[in-house]
């Protein structure tokens, strides 16, 4: 947008195609490995773009970075009720949460997907997986390909909302605060790393404000709570709020398994109805969410 006078709707694209198409090479040998071996390797591929980032002043600006990237051009914004005396940072603030509720709705879709299941299925018991016949490291490169893509576009507002883009953007810290996000908000729950985004720049603006060695503090947190996250203790915290959780699950998850499945953070369950003998499957009698 800066340097080549993009428009908006064709540089978010671009950014999330570039991105997959990086995750694309990266993830043909990262899948390869498992465990501690492939997070070591997925640093290892970050501190060589970092790398790249620092020394390619050309493209890249070096440690000066891109600085004064513009807002785009949100005029057509101004036709919109409500929105039309909103400043131009309000109104890319409203289109930056539309992206991300589109977002976080494509990803439900992929999640309820076949191919959301298979990958449910290789993250529970690869080897079983992988013993029934499916492709685990495909499955694996595909999951990392998609995950790079939204990452291109978290990106590519990131950097346009800090009116800039810099080399420490892709040091390691910033890959670690993704992992933190999603350790307070709960692995394995799909509102998990909503929440704890959320967690975490609230921790970060009251604590700063009270001392400078707010990491030392986040890290006393996080050494304190249980593999629950936050979502799960909230939904701990009364029936009320566990059967919330379970409605949840549900609207996230809109094809879940037709066998009734506990909410994860209590003992209510879907009710279920049996069908005539001969269909040998079982459903949910009531699929209504209600508090």
Same mark, same amino acid.
């Given at each position: 947008?800066?340097?080549? *006078?993009? @428009?908006?709707?064709?540089?978010? $694209?671009?950014?999330?195609?570039?991105?997959?198409?990086?995750?694309?090479? #990266?993830?043909?040998?990262?899948?390869? %490995?498992?465990?501690?071996? #492939?997070?070591?390797? &997925?640093?290892? #591929? +970050?501190?060589?773009?970092?790398?790249? !980032?620092?020394?390619?002043?050309?493209?890249?600006?070096?440690?000066?970075?891109? $600085?004064?990237?513009?807002?785009?051009?949100?005029?057509?914004?101004? +036709?919109?009720?409500?929105?039309?005396?909103?400043?131009? @940072?309000?109104?890319?603030?409203?289109?930056?949460?539309?992206?991300?509720?589109? @977002?976080?709705?494509?990803?439900?879709?992929?999640?309820?997907?076949?191919?959301?299941?298979?990958?449910? &299925?290789?993250?529970?018991?690869? =080897?079983?997986?992988?013993s029934i016949g499916l492709d685990v490291r495909r499955y694996e490169l595909a999951a990392f390909v998609?995950?790079?893509? #939204?990452?291109?576009?978290? *990106?590519?507002?990131? *950097?346009?909302?800090?009116?800039?883009?810099?080399?420490?953007?892709?040091?390691?810290?910033?890959?670690?605060?993704?992992?933190?996000?999603?350790? %307070?908000?709960?692995?394995?729950?799909?509102?998990?790393?909503?929440?704890?985004a959320a967690t975490l720049v609230l921790l970060n603006q009251e604590i700063t404000s009270y001392t =400078?060695?707010?990491?030392?503090? %986040?890290?006393?947190?996080?050494?304190?709570?249980?593999?629950? *996250?936050?979502?799960?203790?909230?939904? %701990?915290?009364? $029936?009320?709020?566990?059967?919330?959780?379970?409605?949840?699950?549900?609207?996230?998850?809109? @094809?879940?398994?037709?066998?009734?499945?506990?909410?994860?953070?209590?003992t209510w369950s879907w009710p279920r109805a049996r069908l005539p003998r001969s269909s040998g499957r &079982?459903?949910?009698?009531?699929?209504? !969410? +209600?508090?």
């Amino acid at each position: 947008m800066k340097t080549y *006078g993009m @428009s908006f709707a064709i540089a978010l $694209p671009a950014a999330a195609l570039g991105a997959a198409l990086g995750a694309l090479v #990266f993830g043909y040998f990262c899948v390869r %490995l498992t465990r501690i071996y #492939f997070a070591m390797l &997925t640093l290892a #591929f +970050s501190q060589i773009v970092w790398a790249i !980032c620092f020394k390619w002043n050309d493209v890249t600006g070096g440690d000066q970075g891109l $600085p004064d990237v513009p807002y785009p051009n949100l005029d057509w914004m101004s +036709s919109i009720p409500f929105l039309d005396n909103l400043r131009v @940072s309000d109104q890319f603030y409203v289109l930056t949460l539309a992206l991300v509720m589109v @977002s976080l709705a494509v990803i439900q879709r992929i999640i309820a997907s076949p191919f959301g299941r298979m990958l449910t &299925t290789i993250r529970e018991n690869p =080897q079983r997986a992988a013993s029934i016949g499916l492709d685990v490291r495909r499955y694996e490169l595909a999951a990392f390909v998609v995950a790079g893509g #939204f990452a291109g576009i978290a *990106g590519a507002l990131f *950097g346009i909302f800090n009116r800039g883009v810099f080399a420490d953007y892709v040091y390691w810290p910033k890959s670690a605060e993704v992992m933190i996000m999603a350790i %307070l908000g709960g692995i394995g729950h799909f509102w998990g790393p909503v929440v704890g985004a959320a967690t975490l720049v609230l921790l970060n603006q009251e604590i700063t404000s009270y001392t =400078q060695y707010w990491p030392f503090v %986040l890290g006393a947190i996080l050494l304190r709570r249980d593999r629950r *996250g936050v979502v799960r203790r909230l939904c %701990l915290a009364s $029936p009320k709020a566990g059967r919330l959780c379970q409605c949840l699950r549900c609207a996230a998850s809109p @094809s879940r398994s037709a066998v009734s499945e506990p909410c994860p953070a209590s003992t209510w369950s879907w009710p279920r109805a049996r069908l005539p003998r001969s269909s040998g499957r &079982t459903v949910p009698a009531n699929r209504r !969410c +209600s508090i």
